[in-house]
T-cell receptor, first 112, second 113 residues
Framework: KQEVTQIPAALSVPEGENLVLNCSFT??????LQWFRQDPGKGLTSLLL?????REQTSGRLNASLDKSSGRSTLYIAASQPGDSATYLC???????????FGKGTTLSVSS | NAGVTQTPKFQVLKTGQSMTLQCAQD?????MSWYRQDPGMGLRLIHY???????DQGEVPNGYNVSRSTTEDFPLRLLSAAPSQTSVYFC????????????FGSGTQLSVL
């Protein structure tokens, strides 16, 4: 059974710092991996999606990498800002039409 | 463009009551799904639909029913509410079942007393 783990569960950094959020999954047979952002009391917003054949995706200050063979993904946030404060979740699917399996998230707090 | 709209935002039920959580999307997405989010458990898939008239079970379907009579709407029915169904419920939609371009609603916070 696929399990997705995110470490750390919470992270506090000063504004301007570069940071890395980690995601690991137990079954490397995935179709794609996504990173989401969730603000308190809100739904999830998709940030980046990496297909199983890709190594990384970039959007603005965000860069997500995927090492499928080792079951790891990282989300790199450059020059963090207070507006980046949120919970970040990663999720994988094995095949189209199957369930997204989510990690429990990393709650990020960026102080000004 | 409204995206994915969920109603109500908050609901309190007594054990044994039934209710329907509404979900509507205006993006003509074929794939729709319902998740529940519980502290310490993450999000888990309840039911999903790959198009009008087609639904299937996810990881935690017991106690819930769904139907998909139109592309736009995907209601979730609680048949006989139990305290274990206290959770935050999210509806999501995407153009295909690969979950690419996945959009979530803002959630329904449900408490069952």
């Amino acid at each position: 059974k696929q399990e997705v783990t995110q470490i750390p569960a919470a992270l506090s950094v000063p504004e301007g710092e570069n940071l890395v959020l980690n995601c690991s999954f137990t079954d490397s047979a995935i179709y794609n991996l996504q990173w989401f952002r969730q603000d308190p009391g809100k739904g999830l917003t998709s940030l980046l999606l990496i297909q199983s054949s890709q190594r990384e995706q970039t959007s603005g200050r965000l860069n997500a990498s995927l090492d499928k063979s080792s079951g790891r993904s990282t989300l790199y946030i450059a020059a963090s800002q207070p507006g980046d404060s949120a919970t970040y979740l990663c999720a994988v699917i094995r095949l189209p039409g199957t369930a997204l399996i989510f990690g429990k998230g990393t709650t990020l707090s960026v102080s000004s | 463009n409204a995206g994915v709209t969920q109603t109500p935002k908050f609901q309190v039920l007594k054990t044994g009551q039934s209710m329907t959580l509404q979900c509507a999307q205006d993006m003509n997405h074929e794939y729709m799904s319902w998740y529940r989010q519980d502290p310490g458990m993450g999000l888990r898939l309840i039911h999903y639909s790959v198009g009008a008239g087609i639904t299937d079970q996810g990881e935690v379907p017991n106690g819930y029913n769904v139907s998909r009579s139109t592309t736009e709407d995907f209601p979730l029915r609680l048949l006989s509410a139990a305290p274990s169904q206290t959770s935050v419920y999210f509806c999501a939609s995407s153009p295909t079942d690969t979950n690419e371009k996945l959009f979530f609603g803002s959630g329904t916070q449900l408490s069952v007393l």
